[in-house]
């Protein structure tokens, strides 16, 4: 238990659907992030976030769409995505963005048809 | 980005010693030296991260070479639990820098 928690932990759905993934630390950190593990290849950071602003946008396709409302949660919104975005998507948090241990969460597994 | 640079995979006997390897010619003189792991269906945990001189935790040990170009993550005894893909990356300590995965080591733990 890392102190971040990610729902639904496995979803699968259809290039039109439309879905939402929740991550929510309870460390009290600052910095909050978005990473995308696809089948026998490294962590990709997509997003970046600190003190609720967006620092970072790692070339991500805009059908994948962050939110973060608060310090302590943050959304990753899906829309026609494609079965090449089938991937372990991982979140995580840290106290500050320099050098600081990231708190990563279980992942959600998303499987899209 | 500076690089590192680990073997593909290594094995051990359970309750032995293990010595994962990083090689990181390139680093800079405010590269940290982090290692994180991720077992199987779990995100990615960090394990240690040192600057110049041998670190301990309760998890493992960092050894860095004097001129810093390559460190060792030692676990002191291996455990089932330790088998894992283990990560070693270069992270500055100043302003914002991203954590970047490589491949890492396989760590296979026989009992």
């Known amino acids: 238990e890392t102190g971040v928690t990610q729902t639904p932990r496995h979803l699968v759905m259809g290039m039109t659907n439309k879905k939402s993934l929740k991550c929510e630390q309870h460390l009290g950190h600052n910095a909050m992030y978005w990473y995308k593990q696809s089948a026998k290849k490294p962590l990709e950071l997509m997003f970046v976030?600190?003190?609720?602003?967006?620092?970072e946008n790692n070339s991500v396709p805009s059908r994948f769409s962050p939110e973060c409302p608060n310090s302590s949660h943050l959304f990753l919104h899906l829309h026609t995505l494609q079965p090449e975005d089938s991937a372990l998507y991982l979140c995580?948090?840290?106290?500050?963005?320099?050098?600081?241990?990231?708190?990563f969460g279980p992942g959600t597994r998303l499987t899209v048809l | 980005d500076a690089k590192t640079t680990q073997p593909n995979s290594m094995e051990s006997n359970e309750e032995e010693p293990v010595h994962l390897p990083c090689n990181h010619s390139?680093?800079?003189?405010?590269?940290?030296i982090h290692w994180y792991r991720q077992l199987p269906s779990q995100g990615p945990e960090y394990v240690i991260h040192g600057l110049t001189s041998n670190v301990n935790n309760r998890m493992a040990s960092l050894a860095i070479a004097e001129d810093r170009k390559s460190s060792t993550l030692i676990l002191h005894r291996a455990t089932l639990r330790d088998a894992a893909v283990y990560y070693c990356?270069?992270?500055?300590?100043?302003?914002?820098?991203?954590?970047?995965f490589g491949t890492g080591t396989r760590l296979l733990v026989s009992p």
């Open positions: 976030y600190s003190l609720e602003e967006r620092v």
């Open positions: 990356i270069l992270f500055m300590n100043t302003g914002f820098q991203k954590l970047v």
């Open positions: 390139t680093i800079s003189g405010t590269d940290y």
């Open positions: 995580a948090s840290s106290q500050g963005l320099a050098g600081y241990e990231q708190f």
